[in-house]
């Protein structure tokens, strides 16, 4: 048993000692770069005074109260609530009252949760069908969280019919699936 002990911590010296080899080599910085829809790319971490100097600059009219957001978006109601504690992020956008959905519509739901509502999801909650997108809230980053607005707002008007989010579909067919773009909407939010 000491053999395996001291072979077990010599090789972690070992490996330490060249991990120590290239460290000095290492050079870390914060990356910053465009997306191709103009918005600032970074990997600086997300945090509740970021998202909501993001929120206020990109939508008019927004309310909030502590770390959660109200506002309208293309005729959706939507709420964005975070909790750096826990870090987590959520957008939400109640669609309907559980009651009032069908077998046909639950199923749908489900399907395009796989097919066609990309990062959004369909969602229940408290008695109520809701349109969401879920996020670690340090990692968020500002060019994922203008995508998600508009994912979740999509999602939500187009419940009952296309049950999209909007920007790209994956549709079952032949062997596989397809991929198939679609227009981006003028009124999609934009910084």
Known sequence: MRNKWSLGI?????LAGINNLFAKDLITSSVSAQSRNNIPFSLEEMNVDKLDTI???AI???KSQSSQWRFSLKGINLIVIADSRANRMRIIAPITEVSKV???QVSDMMTANFHTALDAR???SKGLVVATFVHPLNSLQERDLIS???QVSSLASTFGTSYSSGELL???GGEGERERQIP???DNISI
């Open 122 to 124: 369909y969602a229940i």
């Open 60 to 62: 008019p009219n927004i």
């Open 148 to 150: 998600a607005l508009n």
């Open 184 to 186: 981006s909407s003028e």
């Open 55 to 57: 929120l206020r600059d």
């Open 10 to 14: 010599v090789s972690l010296v070992l």
């Open 102 to 104: 069908d077998g046909k």
């Open 170 to 172: 994956f549709l079952p």
